[in-house]
Structure formats: C-alpha cells, structure tokens
C-alpha cells in the first residue's frame, strides 16, 4: 500500500506483502524499489528502498510526481506494481 502526504514534504509509505499473487506466502522481502514519474504509470526514475517509510526531496522543481512501489524477494523476484499514488506541490 502506498500512501503520499504532502506539507511541504514529500512522503511515502507502505506496508510489505505477506502473500504473492498465486497465494503462496513471501519469504523474505530483501529491497523495496520507488518508482517516480511525472505522467501517471510512466515511470522513468527508480530508487532503492531498503525501509518501509521514505521522506525525500525526489520531486523537487516538480509539480506533480506520480509514484510506486515494488518489493524484491531473497530469490530476486519483483513484484508488480502497487497502487499509483499522486503527490502535487503547494
């Protein structure tokens, strides 16, 4: 899950996976990555993530910044996508 408060800072948070798609449980989540672009679903910038609550800068000289999340296993699988969250500047 992916959540934007903006008051003058830019942050984001989420809560980890405990189950994958085919409903076998997650072993062991090793990196989260931040996906950040400037339309919605093109994502043109990747940070890595290795704590579940991000407070940056990224969007900086942006009005808005379209973001996401996705986690990697121990095995090196990526998971797809979370929900997009939008955050606009004042």
């Not at 672009?37 to 993530?49: A, C, D, F, N």
């Not at 900086?60 to 379209?66: M, Y």
Request: hydrophobic letters at 40%; proline letters at 1%; zero cysteines.
């Amino acid at each position: 899950m992916v959540g934007v408060s903006a008051l003058g800072t830019f942050q984001v948070s989420w809560q980890a996976p405990t189950h994958d798609v085919d409903g076998s449980f997650v072993e062991q989540i090793i990196e989260y990555w931040l996906h950040q672009g400037q339309t919605s679903g093109s994502y043109g910038r990747m940070t890595l993530v290795d704590d579940m609550t991000l407070s940056t800068n990224l969007t900086a000289n942006l009005d808005q910044a379209f973001v996401a999340i996705t986690a990697v296993d121990a095995g090196g699988q990526e998971s797809s996508m979370s929900n997009e969250a939008v955050f606009v500047s004042q």
